[in-house]
């Protein structure tokens, strides 16, 4: 989440009127905020965190163990298993503290495998084992009891290799009595690349059945190669889909888009790939995913005209 006290009013403005969470989009990452060992920087997530609570929304932390936006004394130190461990326990530690009573929620774990279902290759899986997993989902829940933990992914929403993998790790720690909350869907989508609202309602479900919450946490639909209103309806019926599939789900408690507007995506703004315009004005998206939400469509009225 960029930019919120930037030069563009219309982001705030656009964030207030329309939506009621928030998630950092790189400002609790490891890289900005133990960018020196031991040394932590909250300073851009608290910004971030404050205005949000100002403002009667909740925070999804985002994210404590991934293998990228890692600081260089991290990468390119050599430690042993024991050390490693001890470095992962304490920035998890000194963070989930930090924003305990502000951050609701917490990707704990942050895209742990492979598209064939394997565990990925990174630093913490390769020194600690695949240990780091329970062990990282322990440590936030002793810093923070009340904190919902996430593992937060992406190709997970359709029967697959990383589904099967997912809800196989899921169940595993489940029956070990690890604290893991909920499983983040990301849902970086294109206008050729998206499940079905059966297959989404199918891995929502699978997962509700092992006793676990639910979000779609990362939604936007890439249009690169399209233009028109063809592109942004389709775009829209894409939205729509995850929203329905969400609301249809008693167990999907959030719904987020990667970005406020296409101003501010990491895809950049040629890929159009959210439901706010560069210009912050509502797309067919917006009021697909407020249909999809069952949500008033006055919050649209409001956001497209940028008034908060
Ligand atoms: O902050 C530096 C800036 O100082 C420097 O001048 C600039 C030059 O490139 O880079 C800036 O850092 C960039 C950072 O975003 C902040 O803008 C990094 O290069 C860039 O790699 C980084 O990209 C982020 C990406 O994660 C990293 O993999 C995106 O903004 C962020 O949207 C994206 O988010 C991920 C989720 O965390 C996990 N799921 C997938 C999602 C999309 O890739």
Request: proline share 6%.
């Amino acid at each position: 989440m960029p930019d919120l006290q930037g030069d563009d009013p219309r982001y705030a403005e656009t964030l207030d009127a329309n939506f009621d969470g928030v998630t950092p989009e790189n400002e609790m990452k490891w890289d900005t905020v133990e960018p020196q060992q031991g040394v932590f920087n909250f300073g851009p997530a608290d910004t971030i965190v404050n205005y949000a609570l100002q403002h009667g929304m909740s925070v999804h932390g985002h994210n404590l163990v991934w293998n990228q936006q890692l600081p260089t004394w991290l990468t390119s130190g050599t430690w042993s298993k024991d050390q490693l461990e001890q470095i992962l326990q304490q920035h998890i530690e000194a963070e989930v503290t930090h924003f305990r009573g502000r951050v609701e929620e917490w990707d704990v774990i942050n895209e742990p495998f492979n598209n064939d279902g394997t565990l990925q290759s990174n630093i913490w899986s390769n020194v600690i084992g695949p240990d780091y997993i329970p062990l990282a989902l322990e440590w936030a829940h002793d810093a923070d009891p009340t904190a919902k933990l996430f593992i937060n992914d992406y190709n997970i929403d359709w029967a697959g290799p990383k589904e099967e993998a997912m809800l196989a790790l899921a169940a595993q720690l489940k029956s070990e009595g690890v604290p893991l909350d909920g499983i983040g869907m990301e849902e970086h989508l294109s206008l050729n690349w998206a499940p079905s609202l059966a297959q989404l309602e199918q891995a929502m479900q699978s997962y509700a059945a092992l006793g676990l919450d639910v979000e779609v946490t990362e939604a936007d639909v890439d249009t690169t190669g399209y233009s028109g209103a063809a592109a942004q309806s389709q775009q829209a019926e894409i939205f729509g889909r995850l929203a329905t599939a969400c609301r249809a789900e008693s167990a999907c408690i959030r719904f987020s888009v990667w970005g406020v507007s296409d101003a501010v995506s990491w895809l950049g703004s040629a890929a159009a790939a959210l439901p706010f315009d560069q210009n912050y004005q509502a797309k067919p998206a917006w009021a697909a995913i407020l249909a999809g939400l069952d949500e008033p469509q006055s919050a649209l009225q409001e956001g497209s005209t940028g008034e908060p």
